[in-house]
């Protein structure tokens, strides 16, 4: 929340992207935070980029009540940080992304300090998302956990297998590990 309160004076009384720097989205063709723009034009509200988690999981991300709106957008209308088990509203949860009112940075004034002692950017937007309801957008993507070293290596993987300039080399690669990872040789 902090760090998103000092970008105030850059961004003044417009909306704007916030981009969780340990998210990585790949989208095929309609980029994400596009995708979030449009739902704020046509709503006027707080947006984020939502997808369901496994239930396991639910309490590492926030856990969201909404309301589907139509296709894959949903009014959201509260919020919880890191759930307890079984305080989860849903096992939707903000990754990635949101585009956010100005208003949000008087919300965030008057944010006490959450957890680690720190202002807490979900704790503003549950705020906002109570008193005017904010929209969730189901994005079109698939989100690449970058602070898991598991996240990494399947971005990586994944990534390098469709890139046009790597592609057929990196097959060929992954072919030839794989041989001596899992072919006759046990050794």
Known sequence: GHAVYCAKSFIGDE???VLYGDDVIMDEGYPVTKQLIDAYAQFGLGVAGIK???R???SRYS???????KDN?????DMIE???PGREFSLY????????????FGILENTPRGANNEIQLTDAMRILCVEEGMTGVDYIGKRYDMGSKLGVL?????????HPEVAEGFREYLRTLSAGLFGGDKG
Request: proline share 13%; hydrophobic share 45%.
């Open 73 to 77: 957008l949903y009014r959201i209308t």
């Open 63 to 69: 856990s969201l009540r909404t309301e589907p709106l």
């Open 52 to 54: 369901e988690v496994p």
């Open 93 to 104: 949860s903000i990754l990635g992304r949101v585009v956010l009112p100005p208003r949000i």
């Open 15 to 17: 909306p704007f992207a």
């Open 154 to 162: 399947e971005a990586i993987v994944e990534t390098g297998l469709k």
């Open 82 to 84: 890191k759930p307890a």
């Open 56 to 58: 396991n999981a639910i």
